[in-house]
């Protein structure tokens, strides 16, 4: 039996695959769709791939990777008590985003705890959770075991635990949720993989996988247990969980106000209440600035030029990049996004010289400057500095080399100052979030880079709602990031649904399948840098291009002073509820 909170045994022994919805033995062939963008809303019955998989980051700790959160800036005295306290009652006001709030609720079955923006559940209890350091920690589960060929899994799940109606949670509502994700389409955690999950004792689950799956645990460790005696359509908005907090309000489009559990098993939280505001960010500065919220998001675009009497500025570490799919087939073509199917192909960004062009001809250290303030780092892939990652995939900004590449790839300078090849000019739109201005300044920037080596870009901002349908046919300036080598495959694996860049490739396939089947997660490493770079082929930049990654962005907080924001995960794509993973630990400094 191997113990929960022994993260090397537990990473030993997850083996053979992760994310993207599998498709008979394929692995993972429609996972993901337009949810892992980044501050964006839900789209209706879509099923999104679940890959910012917190869990995932134990990995990389072991690694001596990201680190947490620290303030950057000094700042006055505050006068943090009259927040501190509300009727007695210790608690604290954060902003998020306006696409933080859950569209279909506090129901994990759908998004919530393991959807677009992972986070720890709060209003439920998962398995097992990751600290600080990203190691697994015990939660309901006590163990687990696998069996030899990787197919069974059994958990051992405590039995001192009740719901909030006084109901016990036993093994039982353990597969009934594991069962009720993967039955559900509109789900955003994928557990395709799974074939059957029984309780046969009230203290025993057992889960058998369709194939070896090594990343099945890091999904578990994010997926929220509810309870199978009193789930029904309406337990979104009435959830009913084990968890540190319950869900006191929720005025949608506004507010969220979680309370302590009384019942909770766990040691009780410092902070006994939430309150969590919706807000854009202009609002949200303003909330801080007028003493309304205790910790309020932010992005450099702001931050930079904006100081608060009793704020300091809050800096998280994160593993959220910022990077462009550029569609590698021709016009004409179409692909399956859940229960939507939209067009795919591009008549500028399918030639292969154009792609490996606009890698060279970013100056990401300008990016970093010049928009970001500082607040980042130079972004090649979705997984720098993990040890997943390949050296394959940096690229040296070359102008004079991207331009050599397109005349060795047949493209000619016309009088406009834009290439142009068998009539096609090397220009296309690229879209991106309207409401984000670090990535309406990105996209400008990166517009402008790309007019210096005769390619024109123009950028355009709107909705998601309005950019999903054109997320196979028309470059798309995204946010991803998670501590996973999952978003590798999920990005580059011909049939997943988050491969916008409608990029197909058999040998990439076959590493990235090769990597997910490994015995042990660190035999992986060598398959997922192969599907980088095997020496021939790979989504490299030397090779078949799909993306060009931007700048990997820093998550910034205006903090009240006097509040204790307890040391922080490395923060996965989204400003959202990744930051109060551990608000229970949170404090505020005695008046």
């Not at 990389?60 to 990201?66: H, K």
């Not at 405590?158 to 594991?178: K, W």
């Not at 694996?493 to 491969?499: E, L, V």
């Not at 770079?533 to 291009?545: E, K």
Request: include cysteine; glycine fraction near 10%.
């Amino acid at each position: 039996m191997q113990a929960l909170d022994d993260p090397n045994g537990l990473a030993a022994q997850t083996e053979a695959g992760r994310d993207a919805k599998a498709t008979g033995t394929s692995g993972v062939a429609g996972a993901t769709s337009a949810a892992r963008t980044g501050g964006h809303g839900g789209k209706a019955l879509t099923r999104r791939s679940f890959v910012s998989l917190a869990g995932m980051g134990a990995l990389c700790a072991m690694m001596g990777t990201l680190g947490g959160c620290a303030p950057s800036t000094p700042s006055a005295s505050g006068t943090q008590a009259q927040h501190g306290a509300a009727g007695g009652t210790s608690q604290v006001v954060v902003t998020m985003t306006p696409t933080s709030e859950p569209a279909a609720g506090f129901d994990p079955l759908f998004s919530w705890g393991c959807g677009e923006h992972v986070h720890e559940p709060l209003i439920q209890s998962t398995l097992f959770a990751t600290n600080a350091d990203l190691e697994f920690v015990n939660d309901l589960a006590t163990s687990y075991e696998c069996s030899a060929d990787g197919l069974t899994w059994t958990f051992r799940i405590r039995d001192d635990v009740t719901f909030t109606d006084g109901e016990p949670l036993t093994a039982s509502d353990v597969a009934f949720t594991i069962l009720g994700i993967r039955d559900n389409e509109a789900a955003e955690a994928d557990l395709s993989m799974v074939a059957d999950a029984v309780a046969p004792d009230a203290t025993t689950c057992v889960v058998t996988l369709a194939k070896p799956f090594n990343a099945f645990l890091y999904t578990l460790a994010v997926v929220g247990i509810v309870p199978e005696h009193a789930y029904g359509p309406d337990y979104g908005r009435n959830p009913i969980g084990s968890g540190r907090y319950l869900l006191e309000q929720w005025d949608e489009g506004q507010q969220v106000i979680l309370a302590a559990n009384p019942d909770y098993y766990g040691a009780a939280p410092n902070i006994e209440r939430v309150v969590v505001l919706f807000m854009e960010e202009d609002a949200s500065a303003a909330a801080a600035q007028s003493g309304q919220a205790d910790v309020a998001y932010t992005a450099p675009t702001l931050a930079s030029n904006a100081s608060f009497p009793g704020f300091g500025l809050l800096v998280c570490k994160s593993v959220d990049s910022r990077g462009i799919s550029l569609p590698c087939t021709a016009p004409g073509g179409s692909k399956k996004d859940g229960i939507a199917t939209y067009p795919a192909g591009n008549q500028a960004t399918c030639d292969e010289a154009l792609r490996k062009a606009i890698n060279c001809g970013v100056d990401r250290a300008a990016m970093i400057e010049g928009v970001l303030d500082g607040y980042g780092t130079e972004a090649y892939s979705v997984s720098d500095g993990m040890p997943w990652a390949s050296d394959a995939m940096k690229v040296e900004y070359d102008p004079e080399r991207a331009r050599r590449i397109l005349e060795e790839g047949g493209w000619r300078l016309a009088n406009d100052g834009v290439y142009a090849k068998d009539g096609v000019r090397a220009s296309f739109e690229l879209l991106y979030s309207a409401s984000d201005s670090v990535r309406q300044a990105l996209a400008n920037e990166f517009a402008n880079q790309m007019a210096a080596i005769g390619v024109e870009v123009v950028p355009k901002g709107a909705a998601w709602d309005d950019i999903y349908p054109h997320e196979y046919d028309t470059p798309v300036l995204w946010g991803w990031g998670a501590n996973s080598p999952v978003e590798l495959y999920t990005l580059h694996y011909g049939p997943s649904a988050g491969n916008y860049a409608v990029y197909e490739n058999d040998a990439v396939n076959a590493h990235l399948d090769a990597a997910l089947a490994a015995t042990t997660v660190e035999e992986s490493y060598p398959e997922w840098q192969a599907a980088a770079w095997d020496g021939q082929t790979g989504f490299a930049p030397q090779g078949g291009a799909p993306w060009v990654w931007l700048a990997n962005v820093d998550h910034l907080y205006f903090k009240r002073d006097g509040l204790n924001v307890a040391r922080q995960k490395p923060h996965p794509h989204g400003h959202g509820w990744s930051l109060v993973n551990n608000v229970d630990a949170w404090s505020w400094d005695e008046a």
